[in-house]
């Protein structure tokens, strides 16, 4: 994984974001009603639930982005080092993501 032409935080991310992807993935209250809408034929509020959703996980995975790239810029150059021969992180990263997370969550 490690590229010449690729930054630290980009691996990072890479080596993240199935697992931020799946955190994301939680189902909102508007995910029921466009299941409901949609069983019942009634495919406009059904359709504009579905757009909500998307919406929602889009901005939850743009603020995770931003939350890993923030999160990397605070790698030591071992731990770069490490990233970059055996494409892993340290034990402290992902607790790091989600606490900054929730605070641009909370902005």
Do not use: C
Request: proline share 3%; aromatic share 8%.
């Amino acid at each position: 994984m490690g590229a010449p032409n690729v930054t630290d935080e980009r691996l990072a991310w890479l080596l993240v974001r199935d697992e931020l992807s799946r955190r994301t993935e939680k189902t909102p209250w508007w995910s029921l009603l466009r299941f409901l809408h949609a069983a019942r034929g009634r495919h406009g509020l059904a359709t504009q639930a579905g757009g909500m959703q998307q919406e929602a996980t889009s901005g939850r995975m743009a603020d995770y982005a931003l939350a890993v790239d923030d999160a990397a810029e605070t790698l030591s150059a071992e731990e770069r080092r490490t990233l970059r021969e055996t494409s892993t992180l340290p034990g402290w990263f992902m607790d790091d993501v989600e606490r900054r997370y929730q605070e641009i969550r909370r902005r």
